[in-house]
């Protein structure tokens, strides 16, 4: 049975069927099909489309099936090419002809839009609950490491002393927004494209904005040629989950590093490491690696939707129905790494003594030159000097904490005795302590901040 069956005469080939067959992934949205489609019934009841009775008979039929879709019984048959397809052909199983109305003023074009929007709009609900998981782990182990110092880099080089809850919480403001983006992006994809038809509208009156409400949407769309042909929301959700791919991915790159025998910085849990079936001292980060991997292809799905876009006519095109794989494998995706990022974030270990054995004076030679500024030397004429007080150190083989005060003071007579006190790290931490700087007291600012957005008490964030 076909629902186009009555204009052909011949038959499909075998080759178009499975071209053109989507049941395999689309049929993770019968739940919301279903749905619209008891919602659509009443609608067409209130109509006078269908009777009380009829629309009651269809309504128990759809209840039925969705129980079998539930229970895994659903029994899928040649003909089902998509979702829709199938749960129609199985209605009119259950309750004969009368099923047959149930289409009216409808489209499988304004369907699946409606079907795929109302699905995405429930995974970012869930989703939005794993990245404030992930914020929620980087703030307990920020939290619980206030006083540790590390290398901070930048170039990969070591560059200044940082505070390692600082480094973290870099990370809970990428999280941060990617969380609004998803607010404000769920606004967008909750639009009712029900009652848009093939693509010129109902005929038959449906009430449009009740059928909306019913489902859930805050609002329908305006043009019913844009209706069925918009895959924007799919877009910005996979640009969004593409961005939010790259985030966890670079903590992903630091954490790689940072779990190095090189640095040993921290220890990933074994519980999220893997070993070598050839080396036997191997302990290797492979789930921060998986979880870097996995951006390459949530930005590979962006890349499909938008290539497939390019340069469709306006309202639905088959091609549209690619819009699928891509969608899902993103939402996959992000509910297999989320959990893993949290798992590593909270069991990670900090090795504050290796961090330690990693700092050198030479990060403290903006501090030096500071020093002299502050004496009122110019920045540009203190950084030569300490320039040159590190060449003087490096012929000397010594450093410049051991760097004797008469060397100081044949590059410039600024220098004297309390110059030894920048050798410091906490003192250097302290005196960044802007707002956003890495000082603890401001620092813990931060934390309370991201503290307050996640319990709900920030003005500014959304919660
Ligand atoms: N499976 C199709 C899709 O995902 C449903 C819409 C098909 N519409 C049509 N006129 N063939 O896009």
Redesign the pocket.
Known sequence: MKLWGGRFEGQTDEAMERLGA?LDV?WRLYEVDIRGSMAYARALSKVGILTTVECSEINEGLERILEEFRSDSFVVSPGD??V?TAVERRLHELIGEVAGKLHTGR???D??ATDTRMYLSKQIVLLRGGLRSAQRAVVIQAGNHLDVIMPGYTHGQPAQPVLFAHWLLSYFWMLQRDVERLDELAERVSVSPLGAG?LAGNAFGVDRAELARELGFAGISANSIDAVSDRDFIVEFLSWAALLGVHLSRLAADLVLWSSAEYGFVEIDEAYSTGSSIMPQKRNPDSMELVRGKAGRLIGNLMTVLATLKGLPAS?N?D??E??PPLFDAIDTLFLILPVVVGVVETLRIRPERMRMALGDGMLATDLADYLVRRGVPFRESHRIVGEAIRRAEAANTSLRELALAEYQAISDAFSQDLYDVFNFERSVRSKNVPGGTAPSVVRKQLALARGILDGNSENTRQ
């Open positions: 989507s689309d090419e998509d829709h489209s499988r074009n369907q699946v093939a639905y088959r549209l129905q819009d699928k």
